[in-house]
């Protein structure tokens, strides 16, 4: 059983930045699929980003150039880098795993854009 526990969320006004990690457990995290998504308040959940084990990376326009994802095999570690936030950035984001045979969601972290 993979699990996933997302940290670095938190308040930030309207420009500034923050980091969100995610910490898998599991000893093959390198050939994961992973993602970030993130659901708004009275909204469905929407994808984010994903980084594939070749480091190929995809992220939604909404946050093309804003934000980065980026993961560390040797750390079980996949990051979001979220750069010039919006107040339309509000959300809980969930690190998924996605592996060979099944798919893994975290608990998520608040991330709130207000000045």
């Known amino acids: 059983q993979v699990q996933l526990v997302e940290s670095g969320g938190g308040l930030v006004q309207p420009g500034g930045s923050l980091r969100l990690s995610c910490a898998a457990s599991?000893?093959?995290?390198?050939?994961?699929?992973m993602a970030w998504y993130r659901q708004a308040p009275g909204k469905q959940r929407e994808f984010v980003a994903a980084?594939?084990?070749?480091?190929?990376?995809n992220y939604a326009n909404s946050v093309k150039g804003r934000f980065t994802i980026s993961r560390d095999n040797a750390k079980n570690t996949v990051y979001l880098q979220m750069n010039s936030l919006k107040p339309e950035d509000t959300a809980v984001y969930y690190c998924?795993?996605?592996?060979?045979?099944?798919?893994?969601w975290g608990q998520g972290t608040q991330v709130t854009v207000s000045s």
């Open positions: 599991g000893s093959i995290f390198s050939t994961y699929i």
């Open positions: 980084i594939t084990a070749s480091v190929t990376t």
């Open positions: 998924k795993a996605v592996a060979t045979t099944s798919v893994h």
